[in-house]
């Protein structure tokens, strides 16, 4: 054996569950693909970063109708969360029950949110949350977060006033960003423009790779390997345990194996290990592998007052969830969704992402907006799914649902910032190509024979194969993913450590 126990990916969920298995003495292996993320200039440069993509994958995927497109994903250590805007939310706890929306229903958990509670309480820490307890109304009671919220700039500042006086009830995004308030001049974080969408220069962001992979790697009992990017499992001639993990550089072996390449590969990995006894897909005998694929129904946001000049620096501070319950209109009796702030969009990001528009105009415009995001819920369905081509590459097949509620969110931002004074207000739907939340693919419950993994996260078919990335949710919720991928691997690691000890 090459290890006690071997990690597939370094990212949410494999960094965090990394940190989680460290002090047990088992011997911890980490395959990741990728390398570390070279700290360099261009970590904090627009053009970089958002016009040569130069840290994310050239790999090109195929939608539903052979179209190809490039996915907004990278492979290195920390996985996505090196890009990640760090807005860290808990699930409602509504959220892990079945929920209605105007698209379809959601699916419910096989835990609830009091199961998940004391390991949102440790990720937050081991992640420096900041936040402040009681001010979402929609956030199940909580302790108090580790860090303080992050104040608001001036012209955010006033947003959160007008949106109050309204009768809204706006509150402090938590982010997870090593931020030191009381002494600024020691502080890791900077609060830079160049945060949501960019790795950080002064690896102040709490990302996995921070939080997760290097204080694992403090413990002789764990190591990793780069650049090694596993192609397919082996299993035993009884079909129930893995005996190897295939990859570019060479085969390893472990007792226990636990896949978190994220929704999409570790989907991807697991039906590029099919085999005579599962001739579908490794640990596919429920057929649900790759399937209910979700991504939130996302709008980017650019809010324009012409008389005013957008001066923020660090903007992506303030959320609503007032519509997170329902729409408010008796007519329309379903969620909408989430609005956070979105990092600033300077006049150099917008220049990036908009080469053709008159810089003029991309300056005046950028510098004159306050921009925002705005979340859907989408829901699980079957034909939502990851699958393989002939030679072995992705496709991914997404007809988001609940398009209806996201119409309506925009349009009730729309009004709402009309009456705040934005003049302009503009949006921009992500399309196919913006994987950043992709969840679903293998998803746990007690049946199965509807289930890829059972409650623990270890795949029904196999005593030895666990996942513990964002593949395990049988819903989406409208909140970002991460923290709940961190807290899910925390709550599972115990487990894990008791099956690797021989305890199970
Ligand atoms: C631009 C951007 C902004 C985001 N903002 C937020 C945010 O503000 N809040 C939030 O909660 N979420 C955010 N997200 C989403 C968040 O980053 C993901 O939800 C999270 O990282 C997913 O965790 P994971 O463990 O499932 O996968 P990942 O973090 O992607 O980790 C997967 C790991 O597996 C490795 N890997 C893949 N295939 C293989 C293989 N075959 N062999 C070996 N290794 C492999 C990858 O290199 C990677 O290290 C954002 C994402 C992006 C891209
Ligand atoms: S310095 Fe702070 S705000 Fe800037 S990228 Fe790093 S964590 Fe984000």
């Given amino acids: 054996m ?7 990916g370094s990212g949410a969920g494999g960094g965090t569950l990394a940190r989680a298995l460290a002090d047990s003495g088992l011997q ?9 993320l070279p700290r360099e200039w261009g970590n904090w440069d627009p053009q970089t970063v958002f016009g040569e993509h130069r840290y994310h994958t050239d790999e090109q995927w195929h939608d539903q109708d052979g179209k190809a497109f490039s996915p907004v994903t990278g492979y290195h250590v920390g996985g996505n969360t090196k890009f990640y805007g760090a807005a860290v939310l808990r699930r409602r706890a509504k959220d892990f029950a079945l929920r209605q929306h105007q698209g379809g229903d959601t699916r419910a958990w096989p835990i609830t949110y009091n199961d998940l509670a004391p390991f949102y309480d440790e990720a937050e820490s081991w992640y420096f949350t900041h936040g402040e307890a009681g001010a979402d109304p929609t956030e199940a009671p909580r302790k108090a977060y580790p860090y303080p919220p992050f104040p608001h700039d001036e012209d955010i500042a006033l947003v959160d006033k007008a949106l109050r006086e309204m009768g809204y009830h706006p509150f402090p995004l938590p982010l997870a960003l090593h931020r030191l308030a009381d002494e600024p001049e020691q502080s890791p974080c900077v609060r830079c423009p160049t945060c949501d969408g960019f790795p950080c220069m002064l690896h102040a962001k709490g990302d996995a790779e921070l939080c997760g992979v290097r204080p694992a790697l403090q413990h002789s009992n764990v190591r990793m390997l780069t650049g090694h990017r596993v192609r397919r499992l082996i299993h035993g001639k009884n079909g129930k345990t893995v005996e190897s993990v295939e990859t570019d550089q060479g085969s390893f072996t472990a007792r226990l194996v636990v896949l978190a390449a994220g929704a999409v590969n570790s989907a991807a990995l697991l039906l590029a290990s099919a085999s005579e006894k599962y001739p579908s897909g490794l640990a596919n005998h429920s057929d649900q592998v790759g399937r209910n694929y979700m991504c939130h129904l996302n709008s980017a946001c650019m809010a324009i007052k012409p008389g005013r000049e957008n001066r923020s620096i660090f903007q992506k501070t303030l959320a609503l969830n007032d519509f997170y319950e329902d729409s408010g209109d008796p007519d329309y009796p379903y969620p909408l969704g989430h609005i956070q702030g979105l990092g600033k969009v300077t006049p150099a990001l917008l220049h990036a992402q908009r080469p053709l528009m008159p810089i003029p105009i991309s300056a005046w415009t950028a510098s004159h907006s306050v921009d925002w995001w705005l979340t859907t819920e989408d829901l699980p369905d079957p034909d939502n799914r990851v699958t393989l081509d002939t030679d072995g590459n992705i496709c991914l097949a997404w007809n988001p649902k609940n398009r209806e509620s996201h119409r309506r969110l925009c349009q009730k931002w729309r009004e709402i910032l009309q009456k705040a004074g934005f003049m302009g207000v503009f949006f921009q739907a992500m399309d196919i190509s913006a994987t ?30 666990y996942v513990v990335d964002a593949s395990f949710m049988p819903s989406i919720s409208a909140v970002n993913p991460s923290l709940t991928i961190m807290a899910n691997a925390l709550r599972v690691s115990a487990h894990i450590i008791q099956h690797a000890k021989g305890g199970l």
């Fill in 2 to 8: 090459d290890a006690d126990v071997i990690i597939i």
């Fill in 28 to 36: 911890i292996l980490i395959l990741e693909r990728g390398d570390y």
């Fill in 436 to 465: 950043a939340h992709q969840v679903g693919t293998c998803r746990f419950g007690e049946d199965p024979a509807d289930n890829v993994l059972d409650p623990h996260c270890k795949a029904h078919d196999l005593d030895n194969l």
